[in-house]
């Protein structure tokens, strides 16, 4: 992955300016990160690392808690002043966005979403973060208080070499539809709510 400053632009929010950068990633996807503000690669950064999720961060699903955890990683780093999200396109855990609905249908019959992966031949849960730590290498950042309830992201990240110095729990959009979705990533897949 290069990191070229040309491949950074100006991103105005609801919640202040970020720059977008896009990131040129080994496995040819186009990842991007926002950045905010200033920081002392001393300190720990406020790091949101953050799997793509069409229905829940672009069209409003209640299946699921993403587009609440964006919106909210989003306004937390504006008011600390600094910080930066890695928005990954690790859609549907890694398995894409038609596979998710194929998941999603099955879970409508009655599976849970580990279920439902197992069901059409895909683990758990496919991510592989190790995009996310080349892009804070490629941004300078060693130490992140990351944004998270998945302890796989924090053990990722530190066995990337990525020092973990805090998670900041991010419980954000649980509704009723949701209810299911959360309590099988709570039972099955170690989340931390
Ligand atoms: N395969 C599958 N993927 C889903 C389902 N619901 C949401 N997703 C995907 O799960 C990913 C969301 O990541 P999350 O699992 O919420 O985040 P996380 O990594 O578990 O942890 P947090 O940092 O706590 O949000 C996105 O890529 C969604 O598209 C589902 O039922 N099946
Ligand atoms: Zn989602």
Not at 45 to 61: Q, Y
Not at 119 to 137: C, I, M, T
Not at 158 to 170: F, N, T
Not at 171 to 176: A, D, E, Q, T, V
Request: with cysteine.
């Amino acid at each position: 992955m290069t990191h070229k400053d040309s491949l950074s632009a100006r991103l105005p929010t609801p919640w202040g300016d970020f720059t977008i950068h896009a990131l040129e990633a080994e496995d040819g996807k186009e990842h991007v990160a926002l950045t905010f503000g200033e920081w002392d690669t001393k300190q720990p950064v406020l790091a949101r690392i953050h799997s793509e999720c069409l229905t829940g961060d672009a069209l409003f699903s209640l299946r699921c808690d993403c587009g609440f955890q964006l919106k909210a990683a989003l306004q937390k780093i504006a008011e600390e002043g600094a910080g930066v999200l890695l928005y990954l396109r690790q859609e549907g855990r890694g398995i894409g966005l038609t596979n998710k609905i194929r998941a999603y249908s099955l879970q409508d019959q009655g599976m849970d979403t580990v279920q439902a992966n197992e069901h059409l031949g895909f683990g758990a849960d496919e991510r592989d973060f190790k995009v996310a730590s080349d892009a804070l290498d490629k941004l300078g950042i060693q130490k992140i208080r990351l944004m998270t309830n998945n302890p796989r992201k924090v053990s990722s990240m530190i066995d990337a070499g990525i020092d973990v110095v805090e998670r900041v729990p991010l419980k954000y959009g649980h509704n009723p539809h949701n209810e299911d979705y959360l309590s099988t990533k709570q039972s099955k897949l170690g989340h931390l709510f």
